[in-house]
């Protein structure tokens, strides 16, 4: 296990990265006295923390959760935004945007509260599994506050506009079902068996084909700001450069020998 950079007051290390020999790297978020609700120094740990997975090629996919009963409660009101507003929210901005673009796949997986920026958090990853039960809370009108942790973005794409505004409107919160049940996330499950659900998803991405994966992952981030013809053209190098790569030929040849593809081996 790899402890992230931590800030000075807290006693344990506010993020946790850990891999595991399958290429499933996990970063937990550890505030569990303060249902891991977000500092400054908790967001630079992260940031590092995501910078380590993308530079480390072995990582083939990332979960996200939270350490104890919470995904996250969200920013940590008890706690100053350091050195002031403005930088903060920007450096949480680099925070999204880097697991937003990170480039292999991101599950999120959500346990108990998952509040405010907590809740927005878990949408900037390219999946989200939940429990039941876990909660949903978009309240920052309740707060006096907007939106933050990408939610103006991926909210009305989620859902759509008017849902969204509800939503956010009226500071609701959802439970994962309810979540799940309007494409909010992908998919809820009894709380015991969410650690399984994610590790089957998290291993069947990490058996998959890295390369093309990524891929996948940048043209459909970018889909609904790009015209049609763009986007051809985007498939068109994407598939010219995947032609040549070694994933396709151990895809072609699994193929013809009638066996599931080793895209471990074609990296």
């Known amino acids: 296990m790899t402890d992230a950079k931590n800030a000075v007051r807290d006693e344990e290390p506010t993020i946790l990265l850990e891999r595991d020999d399958d290429g499933v790297a996990t970063l937990t978020l ?21 910078d380590e997975v993308a530079s480390d090629h072995r990582n083939r996919v990332l979960v996200v959760t939270g350490a104890g009963n919470a995904f996250c409660s969200g920013m940590d009101l008890v706690e100053p935004m350091a050195p002031d507003e403005l930088t903060f929210m920007r450096r949480v ?50 707060r006096g506050l907007g939106l933050d942790g990408g939610g103006s973005w991926s909210l009305p794409r989620l859902v759509g506009p008017q849902k969204a505004k509800e939503i956010a409107f009226f500071a609701q919160s959802l439970t994962g079902s309810q979540a799940a049940a309007i494409g909010l996330i992908n998919k809820s499950v009894p709380g015991d068996s969410l ?10 991405l990490a058996a998959g084909p890295r390369r093309a994966l990524s891929m996948i992952k940048s043209q459909i981030n970018t889909a609904l700001e790009t015209s049609f013809s763009a986007a051809l053209e985007k498939e068109a190098v994407a598939q010219a450069q995947a032609a040549r790569a070694s994933e396709v030929k151990e895809g072609v040849k699994a193929f013809f020998e009638k066996r599931k593809p ?6």
């Open 195 to 204: 650690d399984g659900v994610v590790a089957e998803w998290a291993s069947t």
């Open 30 to 50: 550890n505030r569990p006295a303060r249902k891991n609700g977000i500092h400054r120094g908790m967001v630079d740990a992260a940031i590092t923390a995501l």
């Open 93 to 142: 901005g680099i925070l999204c945007r880097n697991l937003h673009e990170l480039p292999i796949p991101t599950i999120a997986k959500v346990r108990g509260p998952a509040i405010g920026f907590g809740a927005n958090f878990a949408l900037c990853c390219d999946l989200v599994l939940a429990a039941d039960e876990s909660t949903f809370g978009e309240l920052f009108a309740a």
């Open 262 to 267: 080793d895209f471990r081996a074609a990296d």
